[in-house]
């Protein structure tokens, strides 16, 4: 097995390309994981640590540029304010010596189902790019057409993901996750939801539901047409039961799960659609107190 071990950016590309089956690490939380239990054996690392640009992050007031190794512990320290889906996604992640290591640049390169990232990015709105780079140029990838099947993403085989662009948050955001116990545990099923109030929208994320992370269209559809028509942005008024409950069955409805070991199909769809019932209630109640107290 070949090891390699760039010092700057412009080398790990020249890596990436002269070896296209090196399997990029920077955390290792995952890679390791695979590898001592021969899961995944590969012909070459590349070992990104030495790539300091990698664990920065810039934030201009709009959108947030998360380098890919900038770690979970620092997410939740540091960005929780104009990223708080994800900071509230973070804290999920395994146990603090995982999320002092882990960044969202694996989660993504991996494209697990149940990779606790994805359901928060979802739900940050449509302008999250994943900004993927190799020595033939940079490319932003929409995170809707990131996730390609299970455990697949659309990275060609020289490219390296650089950094996320995230919108700041201009609403508030939730996140909600399903576990076979409390803490260091793979998601049965998960779920993202954020409100967007200057254009209008809802975002929606599942996790561990289908086989890929997913939106759930008709439920954003379904309550943006609701909240636009009856005012409610502007009002900040209660939904009512019945809005929440639809809600909770869209996304459901939008859920294709399967029966594993860590629950079945019928619990993951159950789940979710209690979670987006929740994490609604949650947001929309902190919106209608930032309404009431700008009157």
Known sequence: MEFLRPATWDEALAAKAEYPTALPISGGTDV??????????????????????LTEWSNDGAVVKLGASVPYTRIINELSGPLPGLALAAHTVGSPQIRNRGGV???????????????????????????AASVRGTRMIPIDEFY???????????????????PVADGPQQF?????????????????????????????GIGSAAPTPRRAPEAEAYLEG??????????????????????GELVKA????????????DYRRHSLAVMARRTLTWCWNDYSKQIRSAA
């Open 32 to 53: 390791m994981v695979e590898m001592n239990f021969d899961v995944h054996r590969p012909s070459a690392i590349l070992d990104l640590n030495r790539i300091t640009e």
């Open 226 to 247: 609701v909240l636009a028509e009856r005012g409610l942005w502007e009002s900040g008024d209660l939904l009512g039961t019945e809005v929440i409950q639809r809600f």
């Open 105 to 131: 640049g694996g989660n993504l390169g991996g494209a697990s189902p149940a990779g606790d990232a994805h359901p928060a990015l979802l739900a940050a709105g449509k302008d999250v790019f994943v900004e």
């Open 254 to 265: 939008a859920a294709s799960p399967i029966d594993d070991v860590r629950g079945t199909a």
């Open 148 to 166: 390609v099947g299970v455990k697949r993403n659309s990275l060609e085989q020289d490219e390296l993901i650089r950094a996320v662009h995230i």
């Open 176 to 204: 909600s996750k399903i576990g076979t116990r409390n803490a260091m545990v793979i998601a049965v099923c998960a779920f993202g939801f954020a409100l967007h109030p200057k254009n209008g929208t809802v975002g929606t």
